[in-house]
């Protein structure tokens, strides 16, 4: 049997802290980058909202959203 997805909202009555939407991280060409697994490189590509080619030095790869691992320098 699968779980039914509600959506959780707050209460203002509550005493826990409301969730925060976590920011939509966006790259553009040049911006410099590190990733968790690939390491420093540069964004030489981007496909929309939806992934950026990223250039390693050794390697090049394409990292699709969400870009969780990786972070604007």
Same mark, same amino acid.
């Given at each position: 049997? &699968? &779980?039914? *997805?509600?959506?959780?909202?707050? =209460?203002?009555? /509550?005493?826990?802290?409301? #969730?925060?939407?976590?920011?939509? &991280?966006?790259?553009? $060409? @040049?911006?410099? +980058?590190?990733?968790d697994? !690939? @390491? $420093? @490189? #540069? +964004?030489? @590509?981007?496909?929309?909202?939806?992934a +950026? =080619? +990223?250039?390693?030095? /050794?390697?090049? *790869?394409?990292?699709?959203?969400? !870009?969780?691992?990786m !972070?604007? $320098?």
């Amino acid at each position: 049997m &699968k &779980k039914s *997805e509600a959506v959780r909202r707050h =209460l203002p009555t /509550s005493p826990f802290k409301a #969730r925060t939407a976590t920011p939509c &991280k966006h790259f553009a $060409l @040049g911006d410099r +980058v590190t990733h968790d697994a !690939y @390491g $420093l @490189g #540069r +964004v030489i @590509g981007v496909e929309g909202d939806t992934a +950026v =080619l +990223v250039d390693f030095g /050794s390697r090049q *790869e394409r990292v699709a959203e969400p !870009y969780t691992a990786m !972070y604007h $320098l």
